[in-house]
């Protein structure tokens, strides 16, 4: 498959997400739904395109979108220095319908720093330098692209939703790692955080593609905020990964 093919394919993939939770509906407490798939598609496309190209060795898979990341600049764990200074994407961003006050969605301009985006790609640039000889190994997606808030603009994770709305999303969401394997086929996927693998370990069943895990590095994680790169390097190694 050449390079163009597999952007191609994730590409293919992201408009299947979009179409297909685009169909799904969501009630109390969930209030807000952000799509950075929609409003952020220039910077998600350009992410795909230039960096999804080849197979990969380790797929990275995070959970969904956080407010200051990847809902601002549609790129995965994406704080928006790192998305613009070292991966070199950037433009003008969109925005969600029914934006909640709090949680606004400006794009390149929001001052707020995702601090799991900044340990996450702070790590994956300490040791690569280039973003293309990370991107030559490794990927990183979400494993759902949807950010849920509630009346007061508190985060919702897929996890909480209730029930009958949480099975559809993970149904759509499995179904889009299962293809994303198919095209990458990397060696291994390491979940970033317990969530990402769980999800994974059952999509991925009978595939045969390994799963792995390493610690989310969510400040509000304890045992994140305390030599979190250490730590994960110490994962990835046990895993026989090295960056």
């Not at 795909?48 to 990847?70: A, D, H, Q």
């Not at 990927?139 to 099975?167: A, H, M, Q, W």
């Not at 994680?221 to 990835?236: D, G």
Request: aromatic fraction near 10%; proline fraction near 7%.
């Amino acid at each position: 498959m050449k390079g163009g093919d597999f952007a191609f394919n994730l590409l293919a993939i992201r408009e299947m997400l979009v179409a297909e939770l685009g169909l799904l509906n969501f009630s109390f407490p969930v209030a807000h739904v952000y799509n950075p798939l929609v409003y952020a598609v220039k910077q998600h496309e350009c992410y795909l395109t230039r960096y999804g190209k080849g197979r990969k060795e380790v797929l990275f898979l995070g959970m969904n979108p956080g407010p200051w990341g990847m809902a601002q600049t549609g790129v995965p764990f994406g704080e928006v220095g790192m998305v613009r200074e070292w991966l070199g994407i950037n433009g003008e961003v969109g925005k969600p319908e029914g934006e909640h006050p709090r949680k606004l969605v400006e794009g390149f301009s929001c001052r707020r720093s995702e601090v799991s985006g900044r340990r996450l790609w702070g790590l994956f640039r300490s040791r690569s330098v280039a973003p293309e000889r990370f991107f030559s190994r490794f990927f990183v997606l979400n494993y759902c692209p949807l950010l849920f808030l509630d009346g007061d603009g508190g985060n919702i994770t897929p996890d909480k939703l209730k029930r009958s709305e949480r099975e559809p999303l993970l149904a759509v969401c499995d179904e889009a790692l299962r293809r994303t394997v198919a095209v990458l086929t990397p060696d291994r996927v390491i979940g970033i955080g317990a969530f990402a693998a769980a999800r994974a370990e059952i999509a991925l069943t009978g595939v045969g593609t390994p799963v792995g895990r390493i610690l989310h590095p969510s400040p509000a994680s304890p045992a994140a905020n305390h030599n979190w790169e250490e730590k994960v390097l110490l994962q990835l190694r046990e895993e026989g990964i090295e960056l």
